[in-house]
């Protein structure tokens, strides 16, 4: 089975200051792996996705996320924080074979808040 | 435009009563998803369709129905509303293995 793990349920950082939300993941084969955002009153906008053709996955807004998989991990960063990136942060996981890679598998989500 | 669209945006309803909640995507993509979201347990999926008339179960699919007769809509429907049922529901699809799924703006349902 499948799980996502997302450390931290909230975030501070200051305005222009790293962002850094944690994601790991548990996987038997290798997976693939999605940042969304949510912004408030919204649905889900995909952020970034990996899907094995590079490690370091480049996505809208500056965010970025490496995976690694000796770690299990899918970090989502982002070198300055804007105002504008306050918001909730999902780390999905799909498994790449068959059957039941089209169902998505959600973690608990990591609030962001921007400090002026 | 195209899109993923769901209604109503809000609802409020009585325990035992039937409420269905409506998915349209204009996308063609085959795959159509219905997700709860609650506080402290991110999204749980329902369930999903490969195509019309292809459904299955998700990871919490009791209390609900769906049906999926034309490619483009996918209700959801709970037959005899619970105040467990209280969430805010999202419709996504995608085209299927490793692609993104797009999501809808949900609906927010309060069962009193």
């Not at chain 2, 996918?74 to 005899?80: M, R």
């Not at chain 2, 509303?81 to 609906?107: E, I, K």
Request: aromatic share 12%; glycine share 8%; proline share 4%.
């Amino acid at each position: 089975a499948q799980s996502v793990t997302q450390l931290g349920s909230h975030v501070s950082v200051s305005e222009g200051a790293l962002v850094l939300l944690r994601c790991n993941y548990s996987s038997s084969v290798p997976p693939y792996l999605f940042w969304y955002v949510q912004y408030p009153n919204q649905g889900l906008q995909l952020l970034l996705k990996y899907t094995s053709a590079a490690t370091l996955v480049k996505g809208i807004n500056d965010f970025e996320a490496e995976f690694k998989k000796s770690e299990t991990s899918f970090h989502l960063t982002k070198p300055s924080a804007h105002m504008s990136d306050a918001a909730e942060y999902f780390c999905a996981v799909s498994l790449i074979s068959s059957g039941s890679a089209r169902q998505l598998t959600f973690g608990s989500g990591t609030q962001l808040t921007v400090l002026p | 435009d195209a899109g993923i669209t769901q209604s109503p945006r809000y609802k409020i309803t009585e325990t035992g009563r039937q409420v269905t909640l409506m998915c349209h995507q204009t996308w063609s993509h085959s795959y159509m998803f219905w997700y709860r979201q609650d506080l402290g347990h991110g999204l749980r999926l329902i369930y999903y369709s490969a195509a019309a008339d292809i459904t299955d179960k998700g990871e919490v699919p009791d209390g609900y129905v769906v049906s999926r007769s034309k490619t483009e809509n996918f209700p959801l429907t709970l037959e005899s509303a619970t105040r467990s049922q209280t969430s805010v529901y999202f419709c996504a699809s995608n085209m299927g293995q490793g692609q993104p799924q797009h999501f809808g703006d949900g609906t927010r349902l309060s069962i009193l």
